[in-house]
């Protein structure tokens, strides 16, 4: 009597390991299932486009496979304003860096330490900012950046994009700060510095890999942006990458097509690959936001 | 010495206190750069965008000149106005609902732990890092170009004849429109669901498994109940960015074939810069903000819910 219940219960054990073992195994190949399928699918246009980059072009007649050729990316350099276009894109994005933290960190820090009624409000307020579409003030602000002298240069976007990399970059930048204990400051003022150069000297630096991912995002936030660089920038050799190599296409070479590709990828991975680093960062801070206490 | 002051001036400790020292000051000087910046260049640039709908302010005729409802009255009896207003709608509509189902699933499968983890959140970010114009270029060319996998894999399956290509029909165009939005999108949402799932303690899917829910049980019954206002902050961005954009329309389609993928930003461009027409162009762009405010509103809840108190 007893040697069957504990048979029963022995098999009934078995059979409750053997399927929790089968359910681990169709979890992990769902996983892997779905994670090389998401990596695939999202880097199917560059991946074809680097394919392409260095197939010849048989103009769409029959094609023979004659080896790969570097034409189309020799014809990058040579042909389309690539490389100008890539340092106006470093020199927009790196000024906006600069514009960007001047503004957020001490926003983002008065919101976090300084315990002011109005904290909560101002932060959520300059988090909505990045909601407003800048198709909803492109046409306004391309008046206002005519007024200040500075149609057409990129200037322009360098005046105007940290209106849509500030709220981002308080946000985040909020996050990082509340992760550095209180009492670090605290004790660096009881040394004898003011709340001033506590925050210069001792949190700064602490928050140092917080700011570099912020960098890093209001970089590739500038470096996309397509709307406001379309509307204020119409000079091929003054734009920004994200609208001068479509504007390479809109001159209607079709040979370059294979080209303009090349320049995409180039593009692509290395912000990909930059923003990959502080993946984790960025999902530790986002969901902490200004003032939780 | 009251360090912890959180008052602002501590005259308590017998000294005066110093400007870098006055909590209440240092707020305001830290602040209102920034409130200052995004009031010039956002709240201000909104408001004299307002004025233009109510202008007769060409790009020949610069000078300010109200009109009334002028604008308003030629954009509402313009087809390619409706038209474009309901296709971003319902564009957003699909779209946003299709990113926050892929950018959950997508989000549960990143956290996992896997081989060549690091290679495929790199490629995962692709779509969301890369200029959306640069991304446009690219699957133009997937999708557009005589040989491609698409089309090859389009004809295989005879839904594609001849010489034509899916971008070239009204149909298909809008498809691959929306396709090319949620591919976009995704992974920001993916990003952003994370986040909340990291911010669930351990414990509670610890605890849900002691007292036998299986795995659909404690996704269904656990996870996504305290990721939701995380989804919906995430399905409010992807509307945001979606309803917005106008690059994906004007790079991949050129808003054809004809009319057929005109949205509204797209079609505010048109007016307003291309044939200048400021007053008109402003007047369409107008028509994104009331789903701005209906955005906000939702951001505002979930805060409230999540603890912060607006």
């Known amino acids: 009597m007893n040697g069957l219940a504990a048979r029963t219960a022995a098999r009934e054990m078995g059979r409750q390991r053997r399927m929790a073992a089968a359910q681990q195994v169709a979890v992990r190949v769902t996983v892997y299932a779905v994670a090389v399928a998401a990596a695939l699918v999202c880097a199917a246009p560059f991946l074809w486009g680097l394919v392409s980059a260095f197939e010849h072009d048989t103009g769409g007649s029959a094609r023979t496979v004659r080896g790969p050729t570097t034409e189309h990316v020799r014809l990058l350099f040579h042909s389309t304003p690539f490389a100008t276009l890539v340092v106006n894109t470093l020199v927009v994005g790196g000024l906006v860096v600069v514009v960007t933290l001047a503004l957020a960190l001490p926003a983002a820090y008065a919101l976090t330490r300084l315990h002011r009624s109005w904290g909560t409000p101002a932060g959520i307020a300059i988090l909505l900012v990045y909601l407003v579409p800048p198709s909803l003030l492109f046409l306004s602000l391309s008046r206002v950046v005519a ?9 322009s976007l360098v005046l105007v994009y940290p209106t849509v990399t500030v709220p981002v970059s308080v946000w985040l930048l909020a996050g990082f700060l509340r992760a550095v204990p209180v009492d670090i400051e605290e004790q660096a003022m009881v040394d004898g510095h003011s709340r001033l150069g506590a925050f210069v000297r001792v949190v ?8 570099a991912a912020v960098v890093v995002l209001t970089f590739t936030l500038a470096a996309g942006e397509f709307t406001y660089a379309l509307t204020f920038v119409w000079s091929g050799a003054r734009m920004p990458v994200s609208t001068g190599l479509p504007a390479v296409l809109g001159s209607g070479d079709p040979a370059l097509w294979r080209t303009v590709q090349t320049g995409a990828v180039l593009v692509a991975i290395p912000l990909a690959v930059a923003c990959g680093l502080f993946l984790d960062r960025f999902v530790a801070v986002l969901v902490v936001g200004p003032d939780r206490d | 010495m009251a360090v912890g002051d959180r008052g602002g001036d501590r005259a308590g400790a017998g000294q005066k206190a110093r400007l870098a020292d006055r909590e209440g000051f240092l707020a305001w000087a830290f602040l209102l750069p920034s409130i ?15 004025a233009f709908a109510f202008s007769r302010s060409t790009s020949e005729a610069p000078s300010y000149r109200f009109a009334g409802l002028r604008n308003f009255r030629a954009i509402f009896g313009d087809h390619a106005f409706w038209r474009s207003l309901i296709d971003t709608l319902a564009l ?25 983890r690091r290679t495929v959140r790199t490629a995962v970010l692709l779509p969301w890092t890369t200029p959306v114009a640069l991304s446009a270029i690219s699957w133009r060319w997937l999708l557009g170009s005589a040989g491609s996998p698409v089309d090859r894999i389009l004809r295989e399956a005879s839904l594609l004849h001849g010489g034509e290509s899916p971008l070239a029909r009204a149909p298909s165009a809008m498809v691959s429109v929306v396709a090319v939005h949620v591919w976009r999108l995704t992974p920001l949402a993916a990003v952003i669901v994370m986040a909340g799932l990291a911010a669930i303690p351990r414990g509670v899917w610890d605890a849900a498994h002691l007292d036998g829910a299986g795995f659909w049980r404690r996704f269904f019954g656990v996870t996504l109940p305290l990721t939701l206002p995380v989804t919906a902050v995430a399905a409010v961005f992807t509307a945001a960015f979606t309803v917005g954009d106008m690059a994906v329309v004007r790079v991949l389609t050129g808003g054809g074939p004809g009319d057929s993928t ?21 007047a369409i762009a107008l028509f994104l903000f009331p789903l701005f405010l209906a955005g906000v509103m939702v951001v505002l809840r979930v805060m409230r819910r999540m603890g912060h108190r607006p």
């Open chain 2, 36 to 50: 200052v910046y995004l009031t010039v260049l956002v709240v201000a640039p909104f408001g004299l965008t307002v």
């Open chain 2, 92 to 116: 957003t509509a699909v779209s946003t609902v299709l990113v926050v189902a892929f950018g959950t699933i997508l989000a549960n499968v990143l956290l996992a732990d896997f081989r060549f």
């Open chain 1, 204 to 211: 700064a630096p602490l928050v140092l890999p917080g700011v």
């Open chain 1, 147 to 155: 007024t200040l002298g500075l149609a057409d240069s990129f200037w």
């Open chain 2, 262 to 282: 005109q949205v509204l930003p797209a079609l505010a461009y048109l007016h307003g810069v291309d044939r200048g027409d400021a007053g008109s162009g402003a």
